[in-house]
T-cell receptor, first 113, second 109 residues
Framework: SQTIHQWPATLVQPVGSPLSLECTVE??????LYWYRQAAGRGLQLLFY??????ISSEVPQNLSASRPQDRQFILSSKKLLLSDSGFYLC????????????FGPGTRLTVT | QKEVEQNSGPLSVPEGAIASLNCTYS??????FFWYRQYSGKSPELIMS????GDKEDGRFTAQLNKASQYVSLLIRDSQPSDSATYLC?????????FGTGTSLTVIP
């Protein structure tokens, strides 16, 4: 069976500090991978998605970046956090293009102070 | 602009009643349709997927899809307090998934 991991679970960072969130998927190969952000009381905002190693599509221009150094690893980064970066960051995977179901990791709750 | 619209609620139903959640989408090219349940502070959990017109039943949950009307619904029969959560509707188009803002459901014991 497939499992998706995210860490850390909770993070409190000062404004201007860097960020690195990691997501890994087990039990599948060549998944599509996604980063979403959910602000308090808001819907899901797609940040990045990837259909393969080194292939990243950005949906929202901002101070965040993503990388996919390995098939089942997806990393979200920032060089300098803003207050507005606070939120619930969710990694998700799907089997590929064509209507496959999408599954979410447990999420990272980020508070920028 | 690909939009997925849901009534934000809150929707309150008594225990044992049927809860009806609705969703409309704007892009006729949408291929697949999903319902997620999200408890407060937790990540979304997939509860139903539907790919063709009609009804799909899984336990107490029934998803209904009408592509001509661009409408998806979720019925929860015999609602339980544990069903109290926010329900997200999602549609798939190509590599991307588009989510509604969710409907908050409260089941009153």
């Amino acid at each position: 069976s497939q499992t998706i991991h995210q860490w850390p679970a909770t993070l409190v960072q000062p404004v201007g500090s860097p960020l690195s969130l990691e997501c890994t998927v087990e039990g599948t190969s060549n998944p599509n991978l996604y980063w979403y952000r959910q602000a308090a009381g808001r819907g899901l905002q797609l940040l990045f998605y990837s259909v393969g190693i080194g292939q990243i599509s950005s949906e929202v221009p901002q101070n965040l970046s993503a990388s996919r150094p390995q098939d089942r690893q997806f990393i979200l980064s920032s060089k300098k956090l803003l207050l507005s970066d606070s939120g619930f960051y969710l990694c998700a995977w799907s089997r590929g293009t064509g209507g496959y179901e999408q599954y979410f990791g447990p999420g990272t709750r980020l508070t920028v102070t | 602009q690909k939009e997925v619209e849901q009534n934000s609620g809150p929707l309150s139903v008594p225990e044992g009643a049927i809860a009806s959640l609705n969703c409309t989408y704007s892009d006729r090219g949408s291929q697949s349709f999903f319902w997620y349940r999200q408890y407060s502070g937790k990540s979304p959990e997939l509860i139903m997927s539907i790919y063709s017109n009609g009804d799909k039943e899984d336990g107490r949950f029934t998803a209904q899809l009408n592509k001509a009307s661009q409408y998806v619904s979720l019925l929860i029969r015999d609602s339980q307090p544990s069903d109290s959560a926010t329900y997200l509707c999602a549609v798939n188009l190509g590599n991307q998934f588009y989510f509604g803002t969710g409907t908050s459901l409260t089941v009153i014991p």
